[in-house]
């Protein structure tokens, strides 16, 4: 069974920093690009981030670029997503997902909210 | 960027009947080279993962009903559920992965009539 597990969100300050893991099981991790997706309150979905299996090559779009990195972990079958300079607009629930052709797995999702 | 935009932003159907939900991209996203969409429909219920519906515009995920149905081409797609059931209560979404940054369309809130 494909199993999606985020962690590290929270409550941090502006300009702060966090780091989020999605560790997965379930299929062989190394063979697929994987994607951070988030969700403001309320609102829709937007990708923040691409890795590809090798972890090479990763893609942004302009609204994190520069602030946010994603790295993975073959060796332990996790993703992080590294985030900095965090802003406001910025909170959200952060997805991860698998990428085959579109979205096919997500999992619950993490919290991160961006306040003083 | 890719714009996708969907209709309408909420709709309320009647159990068994019809529902569709629109969605137009900003540019095309056929790839001529394949002769595919890269085109695809998510539905999201509180509580629960987001679940992939549709891909290639047309062809339906293992295990979705088929009373979920996906069509069009180039720019303009439709997503069709043709008899509404109560657990399709729901948003949902097309995104276009034909080109990164990847975006998604701002949503359709399904309910009850």
């Known amino acids: 069974e494909v199993q999606l597990v985020e962690s590290g969100g929270g409550l941090v300050q502006p300009g702060g920093s966090l780091r989020l893991s999605c560790a997965v099981s379930?299929?062989?991790?190394?063979?697929?690009?994987m994607s951070w997706v988030r969700q403001a309150p309320g609102k829709g979905l937007e990708w923040v981030s691409l890795s590809s299996g090798s972890g090479g090559s990763p893609y942004y779009p302009d609204s994190v670029k520069g602030r946010f990195t994603i790295s993975r972990d073959n060796s332990k079958n996790t993703l992080h997503l590294q985030m900095n300079s965090l802003r406001v607009e910025d909170t959200a629930v952060y997805y991860c997902a698998r990428e085959f052709i579109g979205f096919d797995y997500w999992g619950q999702g993490t919290l991160v909210t961006v306040s003083s | 960027d890719i714009v996708m935009t969907q209709s309408p932003e909420s709709l309320a159907v009647s159990l068994g009947e019809r529902a569709t939900v629109n969605c137009k991209s900003s540019q095309s996203v056929l790839n001529s080279s394949n002769n595919k969409n890269y085109l695809a429909w998510y539905q999201q219920k509180p509580g629960q993962p987001v679940k992939l519906l549709i891909y290639w515009a047309s062809i339906r995920e293992s295990g979705v009903p088929d009373r979920f149905s996906g069509s069009g081409s180039g720019t303009d797609f439709t997503l069709t559920i043709s008899s509404l059931q109560a657990e399709d209560v729901a948003v949902y979404y097309c995104?276009?992965?034909?080109?990164?940054?990847?975006?998604f369309g701002q949503g359709t809130k399904l309910e009850i009539k």
């Open positions: 995104q276009q992965y034909y080109s990164t940054p990847y975006t």
């Open positions: 379930g299929f062989s991790f190394s063979r697929y690009a």
